[in-house]
């Protein structure tokens, strides 16, 4: 999640409690090391990007074209900012790009931002209301949930942002548009990509190489919903 560290959270159980407590102290070490000799890291600072995510989009973007001048996009689970960034260095002029996150984002040019959880139904038409009458062209999300470290919490709750994502990708993609998504290879992700090839013309499923090796995440994306 851009460049801050994952924090220890509040646990249950508490025969394991220490145990627990020392092994995420553990990752949060490891992340942080890992964090601070990252290239990645190292080089969006240098180009002025918020995040290393950035290059898992920009290699996405190399790959499969999926930008334009002028394109109508909904970044989800943007902050702090590094897909809107570079979507907006794409679209613009004439374009615009929608972000939205739990937590802020600072201002970037062309980029419109709403604070809101997408899980809110609410948040979530607010935002499509946003793209009427013309639709989005694209619509990504990069939504993730806090990680508990316990795969049967953390599964269902990092495909449900998915499946979300999809609800507006279907609601708001015009006929040429695209959807890209995290997914985490896991229980449901297959059948969550299985449902993609239902629904649109063209899906794949790629791991950047900027994506962390040992993370299970992945991208789907999928081309020209069917009608
Ligand atoms: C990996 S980070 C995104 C990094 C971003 N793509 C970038 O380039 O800077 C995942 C984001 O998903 C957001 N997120 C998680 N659950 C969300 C929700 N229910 N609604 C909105 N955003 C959410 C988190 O707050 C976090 O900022």
Redesign the pocket.
């Known amino acids: 999640?851009?460049l801050v560290a994952p924090a220890a959270r509040g646990l249950r159980g508490c025969a394991r409690k220490d145990s627990k407590v020392a092994g995420r102290s553990k990752q949060s070490k490891r992340w942080l090391r890992e964090h601070s000799t990252d290239a990645h890291v190292r080089e969006a600072r240098a180009l002025g990007y918020?995040?290393r995510?950035?290059f898992k989009?920009r290699e996405l973007d190399e790959r499969y074209h999926l930008f334009n001048r002028g394109m109508q996009v909904l970044?989800?689970?943007?902050?702090?900012?590094?897909?809107?960034q570079y979507a907006a260095e794409r679209v613009l002029p004439g374009g615009r790009v929608i972000a939205?996150?739990?937590?802020d984002i600072a201002p970037l040019e062309g980029v419109h931002t709403v604070i809101?959880?997408?899980?809110d139904a609410q948040a979530a038409e607010r935002i499509e209301l946003m793209f009427r009458p013309r639709g989005a062209d694209l619509v990504m999300s990069?939504?993730?949930?806090n990680m508990s470290g316990q795969r049967a919490v953390d599964q269902p709750r990092a495909l449900y942002?998915a499946e979300l994502a999809l609800a507006s990708a279907n609601s708001l993609l015009n006929e040429s548009g695209c959807f890209v998504t995290k997914l985490f290879q896991g229980a449901g992700s297959d059948e969550f990509v299985r449902c993609l090839k239902g629904r649109f013309e063209r899906v794949v499923v790629r791991k950047p190489a900027a994506s962390r090796p040992r993370s299970r995440e992945v991208y789907a994306l999928a081309w020209n919903p069917k009608l």
């Open positions: 999640m851009g918020r995040s995510a950035v989009l970044d989800l689970g943007a902050a702090p900012g590094g897909w809107s939205c996150d739990l937590l809101a959880d997408f899980t990069d939504m993730a949930p942002l």
